[in-house]
Structure formats: C-alpha cells, structure tokens
C-alpha cells in the first residue's frame, strides 16, 4: 500500500509540475521588471513590434499585446530622440523564460528598425533597455 501511494503521489507531482511551466522573468535579461515610462518618452516618440510581411496584428489582452499570426519574421521600429545604447531581451513566457533573442545596438537618433528574426508558436516579452535602464516591456504573441 506504500508503494502505492508513493507511486500515486510522484504521478500527480510529474502531472503538476509543467503546469508550473509559466511565465517565470528570465534572469538573464536583468533584474528590473518594472519599465521606466519617464525615461522611455524622454528617449523615444514611437515604437511598434511590425510584422515584415506587412500583415495586420491584432491587438490582444493586456498580457498578450499583439498578436500575429506564425510563423513570422517581426522588426521593433522606433524612433528615438537622441543616440541610445540599445539592448533587446526577447523570451518565452514558457519553459522558464528561455532567452530566444538578446543583442545590444547603438543606434543614431531618428528612425529605425531593427530585424528580431522569425518566431514560431508563443507568446513573448520583449524587455527594451536604453542605457542600461528598462524603458519598455512588450508583450506579443505568435498563434
């Protein structure tokens, strides 16, 4: 009977482990969670996730943001007030936060669009650092 319940127990624990395989902040991409509004509008005066096709997004729920349909290659097109040194941190809000993108620019001030590559199935988090400083968290999702 011990056996039993031993082996009851270690199946619900197998059944209910993934489904604590949410969104977890990656650690990777910085500590800070909260964006800094202030700083963002005094460094940019637009930016949007595009699709490269050109196809339409929907706008989804709050935590979803937009959502497109995948698989599909996406651009952060901005324009920002003055040269910035520019980090983008993109991860799943699955599997622990796997890091899918993480690369830092210089960009000029003026327009710009910068190529974040092609995604599959999922929802994501795009964490924008200015300087060192989180400025923006956009949320997006490939159905």
Not at 26 to 42: H, P
Not at 43 to 69: C, H, K, P, W
Not at 89 to 115: H, L, P, Y
């Amino acid at each position: 009977m011990k056996a039993l319940r031993t082996a009851l127990f270690m199946l619900i624990c197998a059944t209910l482990v993934p489904a604590c395989d949410t969104f977890q902040p990656s650690q990777l991409c910085g500590d800070q969670t909260e964006a800094d509004y202030q700083s963002f509008v005094k460094i940019f005066s637009e930016m949007q996730l595009v699709n490269l096709d050109g196809s339409y997004a929907e706008d989804g729920a709050e935590q979803t943001g937009r959502v497109f349909d995948g698989p599909t290659s996406l651009a952060l097109s901005l324009y920002n007030e003055q040269d910035t040194q520019l980090r983008l941190c993109i991860f799943g809000t699955k599997r622990n936060g796997e890091i899918v993108f993480d690369e830092t620019f210089t960009v000029d001030a003026g327009q710009e669009s910068i190529r974040l590559g092609e995604f599959e199935k999922g929802q994501y988090i795009i964490r924008v650092y200015a300087d060192e400083l989180l400025v923006e968290n956009i949320s997006f999702m490939i159905k």
